[in-house]
C-alpha cells in the first residue's frame, strides 16, 4: 500500500477505534524527511502501544541520532491495539510509521527495543502486520534488515530465530555502524548471509544465525558452536565511553503517555551490586552526566516542548555523585518555571535528608518510593542490600516528618533461601512504618507495599538458582494479602503466571524461539498486560513443542552447566558471578564498589577502550565527578 492509500483507509478507521491520536502521527517536533532525497530508511519499532513507546527513551535517543545524519531517515512504529490491529487486518492495511505512512516492509532497516522480554510476541505480531517473513531464514535480498537491541537481549536466544541481528549493550554508536554496513551491502548486490558476516564483526552485534548450538541428552546445552570466522565469541557488551547527548527536539505526544515529560538519563550504571539485579550488571561502568549538560539540555528542552515535568533518571539517582549540587541548581535555573523535578529510584542509603528537604516543592507530593526489596537483616545481606531496619525506620520517620503522606516500598519475594518468616517480615515492616507515619502525621500517614516475585536473571551471581512455583508464590502472596489489606496498608503483586512466562522467556535456550512462535499463532499477544496475558497458549505452545517449561525455571543449574546466554560477554568475568554468589549462600556483602574495585571484569575487558578513550571514561574504582 502506498502513504496515499493508507492516509485514506486511516480516515475510515481511526473514528472507530480508541485512542486514534496513537495512530496519526504529525506531532509537534516528529522528524519527516523527503524519502526522495534520504537514501537509507530506518524504522524504530517499540512493541507495544505508543502510550509505553512515547516514553521510551533509548528509541527516542536512536531517533534524534539517526535524524541527524544527513542521508538517513528514522521514523516510528508501535503496536496497534487489539481493535486497530483487526481493523487493520479486515481493511488489508499494513503498519505504518507514524511520519510519512509508508509500510514498513518499504524500509531498508527495522530496529525494535526490546527492554523487557514479554513483548516478543508483539514484536512477532508487528512483522506479520508489516508483511514480513517471521523467520530470518525465510527473508529474501528485498526484505528490510531486522535487529533489536534492549536489555532483554542479554540472553538473545529465546528470539534468535527472529532478528538477523541483536545488538548486545548500548547502541548510540553501533546504530550508525550497522547502518553504514547495510548501506554498503545494498550497493553490493551481494546476497543477505554476506551482510550477516559483515555485521557480525561489529563490536556488540550478534548474529543468531550464525552460530549452532548443541544440546546434551539431558537437555542442557553441550556447547554453542560459531559457524563463521566473523562470528565473534563470545559477543563482548557495547558500551559508550562518554553519555552522547541527550535528545532536546522530543515529540509532544497528542495522547497522554506513560511518562509525559522531559527525560534525561543523569548517570549510566550502577555498582551497589544487588545480586538479584540485571541491570546493575549489564550496565557497568558507571558514567555520570555533567551537571552543567543536564540543565542546559532541560533549559533547550523546556523551550522546544513546553512540558512541565523532567524525570532524572537513573537505576540509582542518589548515588549521582553531585546530586544535591544538581537538584540546587535545577531550583535556581527553573525557579520560575514551576518545574516538577522526578527522581525515580533513590537508595535509602545515600537518600539524605539534605536531598529530600531540597525535593521538598519540586516533586509530586503523591508518594515516596523506596525499595528495601526484603524486611529481614539475613535476606538483605544474602541478596545484598545491607540497609539496616533502623536506617530504613528512620528514613520513613524523616518522610512523613517532611509532609509526605504515602511511602511505596518495593519489596521482592521468592528469593534465594526465603523462609515464611522472611515474607512474614514484609508485613511486620510495612505495619511499623505505618505506625511511626500516624504517630507523625496521624490518619492520613499510607503505606503502599508492591511486591514483585523474583527471577533469577542472566549474568547475575543469581543466574543459577531456581524460582519459586506458582503455587509457592500463591502462598506467600496470600500471607500477605492477609496481613496487608487494612486501613492505611495497601498491596500490589505480580501475577504469578505472568512471572512464570517472563522467567521461561529470560532463561530460555533457542528452542524457546520455537514456543514463542507457537505462542504468537495460538494468539498470544500483549502478555505483559494482565487483562490480556494468554497463559493456555503458552502451555499449548510448550507442550506442541514438547519442551517442559519447568525445566527453564525450577531446577538449580549446576555452576559448570553452559548456559544459553554464555556466548554473551556482558563485561563482568563469569567468576566474578560465580564468586558473589557463593559469598551470598554465606551472607556475606559486598560495599558498592566504589569504594573498592573488586575486578568484577569490566576494566580488564574494556581497557582497550578506556586507552583510546583517555579521561573521558569512567574511573572505576573512583568515579570523578564531572564537576572536579
Ligand atoms: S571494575 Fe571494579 S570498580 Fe569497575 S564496576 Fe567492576 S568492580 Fe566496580
Known amino acids: 500500500m502506498t502513504p496515499e492509500e493508507i492516509k485514506r483507509a486511516l480516515k475510515r478507521i481511526l473514528p472507530t477505534v480508541q ?57 516510528r512504529v508501535y503496536t496497534p491495539w487489539p481493535d486497530m490491529e483487526a481493523a487493520m487486518r479486515q481493511a488489508g492495511m499494513p503498519l505504518y510509521s507514524l511520519e510519512t505512512k509508508h509500510q514498513i516492509s518499504d524500509f531498508d532497516l527495522l530496529g525494535v ?22 523467520l530470518t531464514i525465510h527473508r529474501s535480498r528485498e526484505d528490510p ?11 538473545p536466544e529465546p528470539v534468535a530465530n527472529f532478528f538477523d541481528a541483536l545488538v548486545i549493550g548500548e547502541g548510540e554508536e553501533v546504530i550508525l555502524e550497522i547502518v553504514r554496513c547495510l548501506q554498503e551491502w545494498r550497493e553490493s548486490g551481494e546476497p543477505r548471509e554476506a551482510l550477516h558476516r559483515t555485521l557480525a564483526s561489529i563490536w556488540g552485534v550478534y548474529v543468531p544465525s550464525l552460530y549452532h548450538v548443541h544440546y546434551q541428552e539431558n537437555g542442557t546445552l553441550s556447547y554453542i558452536e560459531p559457524a563463521a570466522n566473523e562470528a565473534q565469541f563470545p559477543v563482548i557488551k557495547r558500551i559508550v565511553p562518554k553519555l552522547p547527548p541527550s535528545p532536546t527536539r522530543l515529540i509532544v505526544p497528542y495522547v497522554d503517555i506513560t511518562h509525559d515529560r522531559i527525560s534525561i538519563e543523569i548517570m549510566r550504571g550502577c555498582t551497589r551490586g544487588c545480586r538479584f539485579c540485571q541491570a546493575g550488571m549489564i550496565t557497568r561502568p558507571v558514567r555520570e552526566r555533567p551537571v552543567e549538560e543536564i540543565v542546559n539540555t532541560v533549559e533547550q528542552t523546556l523551550t522546544t516542548t513546553g512540558f512541565n515535568e523532567v524525570g532524572l533518571l537513573s537505576l540509582s539517582s542518589s548515588d549521582y555523585s553531585p546530586i544535591l549540587d544538581l537538584i540546587r541548581e535545577m531550583k535556581r535555573r527553573f525557579s520560575d518555571h514551576h518545574l516538577n523535578i522526578s527522581l525515580p529510584s ?17 516533586a509530586h507530593r503523591s508518594g515516596f518510593t523506596l525499595a528495601p526489596e526484603a524486611a529481614t537483616k539475613r535476606m538483605r545481606e544474602i541478596i545484598n542490600k545491607p540497609i539496616s531496619t533502623e536506617q530504613l525506620m528512620a528514613t520513613t520517620r524523616e518522610i512523613y516528618k517532611r509532609g509526605w503522606h504515602t511511602i511505596k516500598l518495593y519489596f521482592m519475594i521468592g528469593l534465594p533461601s526465603e523462609t515464611l518468616e ?65 486501613h492505611g496498608l ?25 514456543v514463542v512462535l507457537e505462542a504468537w499463532r495460538q494468539g498470544a499477544r500483549f502478555d505483559a498486560w494482565q487483562e490480556h496475558f494468554n497463559h ?37 568475568k563469569k567468576q566474578f558471578l560465580i564468586e558473589d554468589y557463593q559469598w551470598s549462600l554465606q551472607g556475606q556483602t559486598r560495599a558498592d564498589c566504589r569504594e573498592g574495585c573488586y575486578a568484577c571484569g569490566i576494566l580488564t575487558k574494556y581497557a582497550e577502550t578506556r586507552r583510546r578513550h583517555p579521561g573521558k571514561l569512567w574511573k572505576c574504582p573512583e568515579v570523578r565527578s564531572p564537576n572536579q
Open 19 to 75: 485512542k486514534p491520536g496513537r495512530y496519526t502521527g504529525g506531532e509537534y517536533n516528529q522528524i519527516i524527511k523527503d524519502w526522495s532525497q534520504t537514501s537509507i530508511r530506518v524504522a524504530l519499532a517499540f512493541p507495544d502501544i505508543y502510550d509505553l513507546g512515547m516514553s521510551n527513551l533509548g528509541l527516542a535517543i536512536l531517533y534524534d541520532i539517526l535524524n541527524q545524519q544527513p542521508d538517513i531517515l528514522a521514523e
Open 113 to 134: 527495543s526490546l527492554p523487557y522480554e514479554t513483548l516478543y510476541t508483539n514484536a512477532l505480531n508487528m512483522l506479520d502486520l508489516s508483511g514480513i517473513p517471521l
Open 145 to 155: 534488515l531486522i535487529i533489536a537491541g534492549g536489555h532483554a537481549t542479554f540472553n
Open 346 to 362: 533513590l537508595r535509602i542509603e545515600t537518600f539524605s535528608i539534605d536531598l529530600m528537604d531540597l525535593l521538598k516543592g519540586t
Open 422 to 486: 522472611d515474607v512474614q517480615a514484609i508485613a511486620n515492616l510495612c505495619k511499623a512504618i505505618l505506625a511511626e507515619g500516624r504517630l507523625i502525621i496521624g490518619k492520613r500517614a499510607r503505606v503502599h507495599a508492591s511486591v514483585s516475585t523474583f527471577i533469577p536473571k542472566p549474568h547475575t551471581p543469581f543466574q543459577w538458582v531456581p524460582c519459586d512455583t506458582i503455587e509457592q508464590i500463591k502462598a506467600k502472596q496470600d500471607l500477605l494479602k492477609r496481613q496487608l489489606r487494612r
Open 490 to 514: 495497601k498491596l500490589n503483586w505480580s501475577d504469578p503466571r505472568g512471572t512464570m512466562l517472563e522467567a521461561w522467556l529470560s532463561r530460555g535456550d533457542r528452542r524457546l524461539s520455537q
Open 536 to 572: 493456555q497458549a503458552w502451555m499449548e505452545a510448550f507442550e506442541s513443542v514438547g519442551l517442559d517449561p519447568a525445566f527453564y525455571t525450577h531446577r538449580e543449574r549446576p555452576i559448570d552447566e553452559t548456559l544459553p546466554w554464555d556466548h554473551i560477554h556482558a563485561g563482568v
